[in-house]
């Protein structure tokens, strides 16, 4: 299985709006926790109603940074845009039992500047 090219697939299908295969990629009692906020939603239908419920739709994905597959596990890093235009880096942990998303463990944060004390130390692209 190639479960770098599904979370691809899938982040494209949330940006798009297109629930059907988000629902086909998911397994029937898929767990999406969110830490930062102490949610857990369980099950598929619950899943792909919180993505319907969001005010002004849900977050459209602007880019993957990476994705980073192995065994049945991956890791992606996206920036999100959520419909009042704040965007959010995400860091989304993916677990797959049988080629299909089993659990998904997400993390956003804002971006912020760094602060000055460290910025000698900064690589530059």
């Known amino acids: 299985m190639d479960h770098r090219a599904t979370v ?9 709006g297109d629930l059907d295969t988000v629902g086909a990629i998911f397994a029937d009692d898929v767990a999406i926790d969110w830490p930062q906020s102490g949610e857990r939603f369980s099950g598929k239908e619950t899943c792909l109603r919180i993505f319907t419920g969001y005010p002004g739709g849900s977050p459209k994905v602007l880019s993957v940074r990476r994705v980073t597959a192995s065994g049945d ?9 959520y419909a009042d235009g704040k965007r959010y880096l995400s860091v989304a942990i993916v677990e797959f039992r049988d080629g299909l998303i089993s659990r998904e463990t997400d993390y956003f944060s804002e971006r912020f500047p760094a602060p000055e004390w460290r910025m000698h130390w900064v690589d530059r692209d």
Do not use: G, P, T
């Open 73 to 81: 596990l991956a890791v992606a890093e996206a920036e999100l845009e």
């Open 8 to 16: 691809e697939r899938y982040f494209q299908a949330m940006s798009a």
